[in-house]
Antibody, heavy 119, light 108 residues
Framework: EVQLVESGGGLVKPGGSLRLSCAAS????????MTWVRQAPGKGLEWVGR??????????DYAAPVKGRFTISRDDSKNTLYLQMNSLKTEDTAVYYC??????????WGRGTLVTVSS | EIVLTQSPGTLSLSPGERATLSCRAS???????LAWYQQKPGQAPRLLIY???SRATGIPDRFSGSGSGTDFTLTISRLEPEDFAVYYC?????????FGQGTKLEIK
């Protein structure tokens, strides 16, 4: 079955760090461009960042609100995508979705993991 | 950054009716780069339309997309009970992706 499963969410204090994981199965993960998209409670969707496949350079791009604080990486041997979040702010509170990226649109989505930043 | 504005914010219709949802961009968007998603409460979004008018795998043909430049439309020809949800448009540009604020399609 083709699926993405996120994990690692939870409650963290402002200024803290958290690492999310996304386990992929049912497709060739190493060939896939991957992204993280988040959704604050009751709000719309916001793109967080993307990582290209290694064959396409493996480079990353980030949305302005998270640039310099968040880092996306991948381990193709484990079919896993990561999101390292540092210097967390209350406005980072959201459900974080892992998705495959077909260059310009988000194809397969995980079910999401909730990150709450609160003191 | 390209801003996408969706209208209306909420659309109240009955099953069997036709729904027309609008997405307007602050500057021209390549049709290749415009997509639509459906999100139901408590669920992840689902890709409906990509490239402005291509249906994603498994999407019923009552869903159609059209438009170009700055004006795009998602049409649901005959609403089924399962179509009542929130719909988002999304565009790509300058290595960045943005979403509209969403249109809530509710049962009248």
């Amino acid at each position: 079955e083709v699926q993405l499963v996120e994990s690692g969410g939870g409650l963290v204090k402002p200024g803290g760090s958290l690492r999310l994981s996304c386990a992929a199965s049912g497709f060739t993960f190493s060939n896939a461009w991957m992204t993280w998209v988040r959704q604050a409670p009751g709000k719309g969707l916001e793109w967080v960042g993307r990582i290209k496949s290694k064959t396409d350079g493996g480079t990353t791009d980030y949305a302005a609100p998270v640039k310099g604080r968040f880092t996306i990486s991948r381990d193709d041997s484990k079919n896993t995508l990561y999101l390292q979040m540092n210097s967390l702010k209350t406005e980072d509170t959201a459900v974080y979705y892992c998705t495959t990226l077909r260059r310009w649109h988000f194809d397969l989505w995980g079910r999401g993991t909730l990150v709450t930043v609160s003191s | 950054e390209i801003v996408l504005t969706q209208s209306p914010g909420t659309l109240s219709l009955s099953p069997g009716e036709r729904a027309t949802l609008s997405c307007r961009a602050s500057q021209s968007v390549s049709s290749n780069y415009l997509a639509w998603y459906q999100q139901k409460p408590g669920q992840a979004p689902r890709l409906l339309i990509y490239g402005a008018s291509s249906r994603a795998t498994g999407i019923p043909d009552r869903f159609s997309g059209s438009g170009s430049g700055t004006d795009f439309t998602l049409t649901i020809s005959r609403l089924e009970p399962e179509d009542f949800a929130v719909y988002y448009c999304q565009q790509y540009g300058d290595s960045s992706y943005t979403f509209g604020q969403g249109t809530k399609l509710e049962i009248k």
